[in-house]
């Protein structure tokens, strides 16, 4: 009889634990059903939801040079918003608007130096001084140095130029003291010296060799990855990149070949992001006189194209015109409904 009981009580013992596995796994099982069910009914929503990301039209502003063909021209050709065009990863966007920038729009401007370049440069920032002195009210200076792969802010945005003129100061002429320049032009494009809310354009004007030590030192590679990353850190950051060639100290920068590399590089910077880069081509320049003035005319040559833009994250962008005596220098790389200056549209 206790036998019977023991057995009994046994048997209950295994039904119950095999029908407590089986209520576990039937759990787990309809978890997972569960599980499986939200993410049907999710992924659609998320590819939908992404699908009117990428295909939502945002009203998006970028700020165009407009240059005359023939340099010596002083004046330039009118051009109405008809005369735009506009692609947006090669297909034609829609024109809003196309207007001059106003003149009461703030301007900032980086004079972005190089701290390893020959002591000699020095002999050419009596003209720099006298450029900064000489700017248009709306335009606002900043001084910085490529030091360390990053971007050394010595004076900001101020009123005072002549504050501003008096901070700059003879490189260390370190060789590779920048690391790269490149480095530091990401630096600056991901910490600009102003709130980024700041409604103002932003200009910088590097001073340097451009040759990027850290990948091809010795000849060009169109291909550097560190030029390519600093294009798109200017791009995100609404940079409008311009540079004067200047050689630096070290070893590599010696001779016609030095010259091309950074020419190159400088090149790639500009037309990624709407600027322009001065060279004599055959190695520094005797002065920075033409190269500063050409420059101020650039400043006085803006202009505002309002278009249609659409996709999430850094899009492609060519905007050229059909007036034939003028080429625009713009950015290559938008986000759709940035707003650089408060213009209402």
């Known amino acids: 009889m206790v036998q019977a009981n023991v057995l009994s009580i046994h048997r209950e013992s295994q039904f119950l634990s095999q029908f407590q596995g089986f209520t576990r796994r039937h759990l787990h099982v309809t978890r997972i059903l569960v599980a499986m069910c939200l993410l049907a009914?999710?992924?659609?929503?998320?590819?939908?939801?992404?699908?009117q990301q990428d295909t939502a039209?945002?009203?998006t502003q970028v700020v165009v040079t407009v240059v005359p063909k023939k340099h010596e021209a002083d004046q330039i050709a009118e051009i109405a918003s008809k005369d735009i065009i506009v692609k947006q990863n090669y297909k034609s966007a829609t024109v809003l608007d196309w207007t001059r920038l106003p003149a009461q729009v703030p301007i900032q401007l980086v004079i972005f130096i190089d701290d390893s370049l020959q002591a000699r440069?020095?002999?050419?920032?009596?003209?720099?001084?006298?450029?900064?002195?000489?700017?248009?009210?709306?335009?606002?200076?900043?001084?910085?140095?490529?030091?360390?792969?990053?971007?050394?802010?010595?004076?900001?945005?101020?009123?005072?130029?002549?504050?501003t003129a008096?901070?700059?100061r003879l490189p260390t002429g370190i060789i590779a003291v920048d690391a790269s320049p490149y480095f530091c032009l990401s630096d600056l494009a991901k910490h600009w010296p102003a709130p980024s809310n700041s409604g103002a354009v932003r200009q910088v004007l590097m001073i340097t060799d451009g040759?990027?030590?850290?990948?091809?030192?010795?000849?060009?590679?169109?291909?550097?990855?560190?030029?390519?990353?600093a294009i798109t850190d200017s791009q995100k950051s609404h940079l409008i990149v311009s540079s004067i060639y200047f050689r630096d100290l070290g070893y590599v920068d010696r001779g016609m070949n030095a010259a091309f590399i950074g020419d190159s590089n400088l090149l790639e910077v500009a037309k990624g992001t709407g600027g322009t880069m001065y060279s004599s081509g055959?190695?520094?320049?005797?002065?920075?006189?033409?190269?500063?003035?050409d420059f101020t005319k650039r400043l006085a040559r803006q202009y505002v194209v309002t278009f249609l833009g659409h996709g999430s994250g850094l899009q492609s962008l060519e905007i050229n015109t059909k007036v034939p005596d003028v080429k625009l220098d713009a950015t290559r790389g938008f986000v759709a409904g940035q707003h650089i200056l408060p213009i209402p549209y």
Do not use: C, H, W
Not at 43 to 49: G, I, Q, S, V
Not at 213 to 225: A, G, K, L, T, V
Not at 282 to 293: S, W
């Open 211 to 229: 040759i990027d030590r850290y990948f091809s030192p010795r000849q060009y590679n169109p291909e550097d990855p560190y030029v390519a990353t």
């Open 41 to 51: 009914t999710t992924l659609p929503a998320l590819a939908k939801k992404k699908k």
């Open 282 to 293: 055959l190695g520094d320049p005797v002065t920075f006189v033409p190269y500063l003035n």
């Open 166 to 168: 008096r901070s700059i």
């Open 57 to 59: 039209t945002l009203a």
């Open 121 to 163: 440069s020095s002999l050419e920032f009596a003209d720099l001084k006298t450029f900064i002195a000489q700017l248009p009210p709306n335009v606002q200076v900043a001084i910085g140095y490529m030091q360390d792969g990053r971007a050394l802010i010595v004076s900001g945005f101020t009123p005072d130029r002549a504050a």
